[in-house]
């Protein structure tokens, strides 16, 4: 272990550490309870024995800063003094202290205590890798949870979660909320043609496109289902809505997946229909969702592999 001694005679410093050093542990030194504190921050121990009378600051003083300042820690600590009645180890327990030995202590009672800590600390460091790798799997189990398996894109629920959270946040901020919905273009014929594995490999792509098109942090792009896709963009203005939604249609097209039973063009494309709230004007995900459905629908009656935006009103 890697252990704090602390305590104002040099006498006993000069006899306590070889003994510390004979058990197997490496030893810092402090002689007082500042000189402690500033030691425990720097060396980081994994047990700390402290004398409980010394200048400067005392031992129960020191301690009771220890579990203050670092209170995430359970470091023990071991009290060493000259006096042996209970209302000093009460004082001892209550400072934060874990136990409390009378000096002088023999090398076998010292040896006998700092391996019962020990052990003490190798359990909480068991239970801390658990909880460590518990909290990993719940990250996982999450981010599983709100994935789409194919496109590894935000699936249908994170969306909906994520579009009404922005929506909700665009309320007190008095920001603009986009959304853009995309279809893949005859897109059944393209399965129907092609393959389900190549059906497949075709919507994975299309995802890294449209992905590439949303570079701020905050937008999402999620597969909405099947072969449509979402991208909520938050403060976002229609012409910028448009913009990005254009520039995910040609991402699209620059793919060359070649479609030859699509009448919109020689290779894959897509359909996008773009939505904005109305400044100033609070609107429902669903109305959102709605108006951009609505426009996505004009671009496929359009000729498809297009994009048609409107700015959404509350019903």
Avoid at 101 to 124: N, T, W
């Amino acid at each position: 272990m890697k252990i704090l001694l602390v305590d104002d005679s040099p006498t006993i410093l000069a006899a306590t550490k070889p003994l510390l050093v004979k058990m197997g542990h490496a030893v810092a030194t402090a002689e007082n309870g500042e000189e402690a504190l500033r030691s425990y921050k720097r060396d980081c121990p994994n047990l700390v024995l402290m004398d409980v009378n010394m200048p400067v600051m005392d031992g129960y003083a020191a301690a009771q800063r220890i579990r203050s300042e670092y209170p995430m820690d359970w470091v023990p600590i071991i009290f060493l003094s000259g006096a042996d009645d209970e209302q000093h180890l009460e004082l001892g327990i209550q400072a934060g202290g874990d136990d409390y030995l009378i000096k002088p202590c023999s090398y076998v009672v010292l040896d006998a205590k700092i391996r019962a800590m020990q052990r003490i600390d190798e359990m909480r460091q068991r239970q801390l890798q658990m909880s460590a790798e518990l909290l990993s799997a719940n990250k996982q189990l999450e981010l599983i949870a709100s994935q789409d398996g194919l496109t590894d894109l935000a699936n249908r629920r994170h969306f909906d979660v994520y579009l009404a959270t922005e929506l909700a946040r665009s309320r007190r901020s008095k920001q603009i909320v986009a959304l853009v919905l995309c279809d893949v273009d005859f897109f059944k014929l393209y399965n129907d043609h092609y393959g389900h594995p190549a059906g497949d490999e075709c919507l994975k792509r299309v995802a890294v496109a449209l992905q590439s098109a949303c570079r701020r942090p905050a937008d999402l792009v999620a597969r909405y289902g099947g072969e449509e896709f979402a991208l909520v963009l938050p403060e976002t203005e229609m012409s910028g809505a448009v913009q990005v939604a254009e520039t995910a249609r040609k991402a699209v097209e620059q793919l060359k997946i070649a479609h030859e039973h699509s009448n919109a063009a020689a290779h894959v494309s897509i359909s996008a229909g773009v939505a904005a709230q109305l400044p100033g004007l609070t609107i429902a995900a669903e109305q959102l969702i709605m108006a951009a459905d609505e426009m996505l629908y004009q671009a496929k009656h359009l000729g498809r592999n297009r994009v048609v935006a409107v700015q959404a009103k509350p019903a």
